[in-house]
């Protein structure tokens, strides 16, 4: 596994900084609902996306409505549910379809997390996710029913930190890293993802791709990102003095 540097302080000058969630800005916590945005990253984004121009937006596996809560109305874009669904700066909101076999799957996973103890079901518009962190031991089970939902209803498969989702197929982080590049505002800047997930590869792959590069947030692992960073503390502190740098 190739060694990875920390990204140099002056990485965000003439760049469009796209974020992930959970993991990267918040740690982890015990279920969905335990985390919250704080005053330090709430003044922390508000800096970036001033000293950026407004070239700083979300991308989460979180519906937007999950993010526009957490942010509380948010002037910068997001993109949620794994890129399905955009809320841009003007307030436009792009979604896919929600398909109908969604209400079905959220039964038969419910049905497994009452007879699972522990087991958590994530109702999101455009997918439902199985969350085990609190009973490891149903990861099997939990991935076994979400593949056969998956299959069964044509939909795709999404795993996740000690989660497994069935959502609508048809994007992913990457391609919201690009829907969002083509926007005026991000036209012309370096695309810079920081993201800890499987589920954040594509973007890493898309912002390299486009001129930009990646930061892997957490341990070092099989990554298209340039750099990394080791820890959401970390991450928090350079984006602070990446924040300075871009004033000087
Ligand atoms: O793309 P992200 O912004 O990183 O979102 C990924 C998923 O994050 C949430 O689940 C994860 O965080 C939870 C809270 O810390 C944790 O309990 C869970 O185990 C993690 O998988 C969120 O609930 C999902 O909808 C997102 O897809």
């Known amino acids: 596994m190739t060694h990875l540097p920390p990204p140099p302080a002056d990485l965000l000058r003439d760049a469009a900084l796209f974020l992930d969630f959970d993991g990267t800005l918040v740690e982890l916590a015990e279920h969905p609902e335990a985390v919250a945005v704080d005053a330090r990253l709430a003044a922390l984004i508000d800096r970036l996306s001033d000293r950026l ?3 700083v937006a979300i991308i989460s596996g979180r519906p937007v409505s999950g993010i526009r809560a957490l942010f509380g109305d948010p002037h910068f874009a997001v993109s949620g549910s794994h890129g ?3 809320l841009w ?3 436009t909101h792009t979604r896919a379809e929600r398909p109908a076999a969604l209400d079905r ?3 038969a996973m419910k049905a497994f997390a009452t007879a ?3 087991v958590l079901v994530e109702e999101k518009p455009l997918g439902a996710a199985l969350h085990y962190r609190a009973v490891p031991e149903a990861e099997a089970q939990a991935h076994d029913l979400a593949r056969q939902l998956a299959a069964d209803a044509g939909l795709h498969l ?7 989702e069935v959502r609508v197929p048809g994007a992913d982080k990457g391609t919201a890293l690009r ?3 083509q926007s005026p505002a991000m036209a012309g800047a370096r695309p810079v993802f ?5 589920t954040d590869e594509p973007a890493m792959v898309a912002a390299r791709a486009l001129g930009g590069a990646g930061v892997l947030i957490g341990a070092a692992r099989e990554t298209a990102a340039a750099y990394r960073l080791d820890s959401v503390a970390s991450t928090l502190h350079w984006l602070e003095a990446a924040t300075e740098s871009l004033a000087a």
């Open 89 to 91: 700066p003007d307030g």
């Open 105 to 107: 799957i959220v039964v």
């Open 179 to 181: 829907t969002l590049m």
């Open 194 to 198: 920081l993201g800890d997930d499987d």
């Open 84 to 86: 399905l669904e955009v």
């Open 158 to 164: 999404q795993t996740g930190k000690m989660m497994v």
């Open 116 to 118: 699972t103890r522990g």
């Open 53 to 55: 121009d407004g070239r």
